[in-house]
């Protein structure tokens, strides 16, 4: 037996609670980065001097890095030793959120955010390692699994539930500098409790693709910048979406042919004979489409309802409550064996109720309590389909090809984000538009209705001690104000009949599917992927 096999990860007196302790210290504050972005993306926006847009895209250049640097990753985790591995991943993390912490240059911060990504991608890659090592016996994998996807539908809630006192009193920038203070110490932590050992044999870091990783990371990340900027350029009237699209079209034709050629691919591109591995793949695409339009109720209570970011990040831990309830009711059917089949129906069937109650909750004034059980049903939903849809997609291909399985499922879920943005984009643009313009033609200077409710302004507001000047006018921006939350709201109405229309399509295309239930879930060979979100 190698020395290696034989001494333990861990020191003789770290005890177990305190081992688990020092990996959540470390993952938590590792996960963070990922949503801290868009924590507060009006404070972001306003710090740099940016467009809300451009704080979505350091966002998605991170989602990107983390997604292609995937796969290469796993040879620099055989080669360096765990140890080392922990303080080279922290040291970049560290570095890399000083300097955007210190930095006001756009471009400065994409390109850190995609160094950070990488970073993120390999302490993620760590922790993940350690946990699951530990958990010998399939249940207990399944548990972990179910757990740690469950934590990575809470972070972006999260986030906003932990920033939102420190914007209030600070410089956005700040958020990286406590990021530095909450994940260096459980580092040091964990560096000190764990032996110089190597969690995986020792493979040589000779032949390293770095062509396919730098196609595939060029590839993503003009894919993000499409579908996110692609709505406020006019989309192909504007030169630089037509020539990322004609790039991106070329980087996927050149990275098609070249992992057919090598003899060692960077992504195995046989997984897609599998037909299952295929419907998990659609399904975990769509999930992230009707999972992205939460933050449209998240905007309806800050702009409709007035609500602060702190009454916004109370409303989540509903939602959070939720996620945690149907990732316990999920694991359970998954160590019972139900069908998997049962599992997404029920899944998806809660996120349809969501989004049809929400169709009757959308008004100009309402009780905030009237939205804790949708936010609840709507979590239950999330974290019954996460961990499952995972699970079954990587399960459906056999086990020598997890590791490009896992890889292309962070690729599927990352596409989804990046869609579910677009579409929100498109339907908030054309849909308030439209609705604008409907309400614009019912208001005016000669319609009853509109007369009393501007004088009514003029008196509220002449009664408070305005001059009847400036009250005239503040009337007429009160209504204007009226009308555009109105429009908002139809809006999110709109979107919502949409989304919950392909949620009633998915849950028939399940139902009538029989192939479903014909994969085994597999957690012995087959793992999903550590890194991903």
Not at 295 to 303: L, S
Not at 326 to 337: A, D, F, K, P, Q
Request: with cysteine; hydrophobic share 50%; net charge positive.
């Amino acid at each position: 037996m190698s020395t290696g096999k034989a001494m333990p990860v861990f020191k003789g007196w770290a005890s177990e609670w305190l081992i688990r302790g020092a990996i959540f210290m470390v993952i938590v504050p590792s996960l963070g980065l990922f949503g801290l972005s868009t924590a507060n993306g009006g404070a972001a926006a306003g710090y740099y001097g940016i467009e809300p847009a451009d704080v979505q895209y350091s966002m998605v250049i991170f989602y990107a890095a983390v997604a292609s640097f995937f796969a290469l990753e796993r040879r620099f985790f055989s080669f360096i030793a765990v140890k080392q591995y922990l303080i080279i991943s922290t040291a970049v993390q560290v570095i890399t959120s000083y300097i955007c912490y210190s930095t006001r240059n756009l471009h400065v911060l994409f390109a850190f955010r995609f160094i950070q990504g990488m970073a993120n991608c390999a302490s993620t890659s760590i922790c993940i390692t350690l946990i699951f090592s530990r958990l010998k016996s399939e249940r207990a994998r399944e548990i972990g699994y179910s757990l740690f996807y469950g934590l990575l539908l809470c972070i972006t809630p999260l986030t906003t539930l932990v920033t939102a006192s420190v914007v209030d009193n600070f410089n956005y920038n700040v958020l990286y500098k406590f990021i530095i203070y909450f994940y260096v110490p459980g580092a040091i932590l964990l560096f000190i409790m764990m032996n110089n050992v190597r969690l995986d044999k020792k493979f040589p870091l000779y032949q390293v693709d770095w062509p396919s990783f730098i196609i595939y990371a060029l590839m993503l990340s003009l894919l993000g910048y499409v579908l996110l900027y692609g709505q406020q350029y006019y989309w192909f009237q504007d030169q630089r979406i037509v020539w990322s699209v004609v790039a991106i079209g070329v980087l996927l034709a050149i990275h098609i042919v070249r992992q057919l050629s090598l003899k060692r691919p960077y992504l195995t591109l046989e997984v897609f004979k599998y037909r299952n591995f295929v419907v998990g793949l659609t399904l975990i695409f769509l999930l992230y489409i009707c999972r992205g339009a939460l933050g449209i109720t998240t905007t309806y209570f800050a702009a409709v309802l007035g609500m602060d970011p702190f009454h916004v990040a109370d409303m989540l831990i509903a939602n959070m409550v939720g996620i945690f309830l149907g990732v316990i009711i999920s694991s359970r059917m998954l160590l019972t064996h139900r069908p998997i089949r049962f599992i997404l129906m029920l899944g998806f069937s809660l996120m349809l109720v969501f989004h049809v109650w929400m169709c009757f909750l959308f008004n100009i004034q309402a009780n905030p309590s009237e939205f804790i059980i949708p936010l609840i049903v709507q979590g239950l939903g999330a974290g019954m389909l996460m961990a499952p849809l995972i699970i079954f997609t990587v399960s459906s291909v056999p086990g020598h090809l997890g590791g490009t399985a896992s890889a292309t499922g962070v690729f599927f879920r990352f596409a989804g984000f990046c869609s579910s943005i677009a579409f929100i984009n498109y339907f908030s643009l054309f849909k308030q538009s439209e609705h604008f313009n409907r309400f614009q033609h019912s208001i005016s200077d000669v319609d009853a209705a509109t007369v009393q409710r501007v004088a009514g302004y003029k008196q509220a507001l002449m009664g408070r001690g305005m001059a009847a000047d400036q009250a005239a006018k503040a009337a007429n921006g009160l209504v204007t104000r009226s009308v555009n939350a109105q429009t908002l709201m139809r809006y999110s109405m709109d979107y919502y009949q949409l989304i919950s229309w392909v949620i009633l399509v998915v849950i028939l295309l399940i139902a009538i599917y029989p192939y479903i239930n014909r994969t085994k879930i597999n957690l012995t060979d087959n793992q999903p992927a550590p890194a991903s979100y």
